[in-house]
């Protein structure tokens, strides 16, 4: 009887509260998913490409690209599930803008192959305090404990903090991003992560200097290896990459 109800429960929740598109709002069959028409639209990232950066390496056999090669990035492994474009950017704003907090378990649902190896260490990029207080939450927060879920991972929240406000980012070049975000970060002395390997957790990866700026204050604590996972990365083509 209770399973029946339940099941019952189920179709009329369904029927009044159909499950939406992550992206558009469409009528899909189950949470969580994309209609076809944002399916299509979605350039989604394989796990292969170069072993740091994780860009394609289409039409050669070698493994690193030439760029990882000439200038080693401070973060030793670089993947996201898609490319940044107008439907993955439209589910970022939804949930670090729109309140959406339920958009960050399907993000994850497409983030969660990429994650390797055993005990796994999720650290959220963080907000400065100001900025978390206006926003109410950190978006990268809610996409690791999502992405924790049934992993064995677990979600550090508090190892890493950052230590001074910095500016918007958008609109700047590569070396004014960096200068912004210099020592911004640090790891809070109760942690001990000497010889870890420290997972970063963002929804979007541009230029990668909020990340690399998280990872030199991980290595300078003693973390062995730091690796990013993100819901969407802008893809330049690498210049030495044939």
Same mark, same amino acid.
């Given at each position: 009887m209770r399973a029946f109800l339940r099941e019952a429960g189920r179709r009329v929740l369904d029927f009044s509260l159909p499950a939406r598109c992550v992206a558009c709002g469409e009528i899909v069959a189950e949470v969580g998913v994309f209609c076809a028409t944002c399916w299509t639209a979605l350039n989604f990232l394989p &796990?292969? +490409?170069?072993?740091?950066? +994780? =860009?394609? =390496?289409?039409g050669t056999? $070698?493994?690193t690209c030439g760029a990882c090669l000439a200038r080693?990035?401070?973060?030793? !492994?670089? !993947? &996201? &599930?898609?490319?940044?474009?107008d439907i993955s950017r439209q589910v970022a704003m939804k949930l670090k803008y729109g309140r959406k907090i339920a958009v960050a378990r399907a993000m994850a649902r497409y983030m969660r192959p990429l994650l390797t190896g055993d005990d796994i260490v999720l650290v959220p $990029?963080?907000?400065?305090? +100001?900025r978390l207080w206006k926003r109410g939450f950190n978006q990268a927060v809610l996409i690791a404990e999502a992405l924790a879920r049934g992993t064995g991972a677990r979600?550090?929240?508090? =190892?890493? !903090?950052?230590?001074?406000p910095t500016p918007s980012l958008r609109g700047l070049t590569a070396l004014q991003r960096r200068k912004a975000v &210099?020592?911004?970060?640090?790891? !809070?002395?109760e942690h001990d992560i000497a010889g870890r390997t420290i997972v970063l957790v963002d929804d979007v990866y541009t230029t990668g200097s909020t990340c690399s700026s998280c990872a030199r204050a991980l290595k300078k604590a003693g973390a062995?290896?730091?690796?990013?996972?993100g819901w969407a990365r802008v893809l330049r083509p690498a210049p030495f990459a044939r």
């Open positions: &796990a292969e +490409g170069c072993t740091i950066c +994780g =860009l394609p =390496l289409e056999e $070698v493994d080693p990035p401070r973060i030793d !492994r670089i !993947r &996201a &599930a898609v490319e940044y474009g $990029v963080p907000l400065h305090r +100001g979600v550090e929240k508090q =190892l890493l !903090r950052r230590t001074r &210099a020592g911004a970060f640090a790891v !809070r002395p062995a290896r730091v690796e990013l996972i």
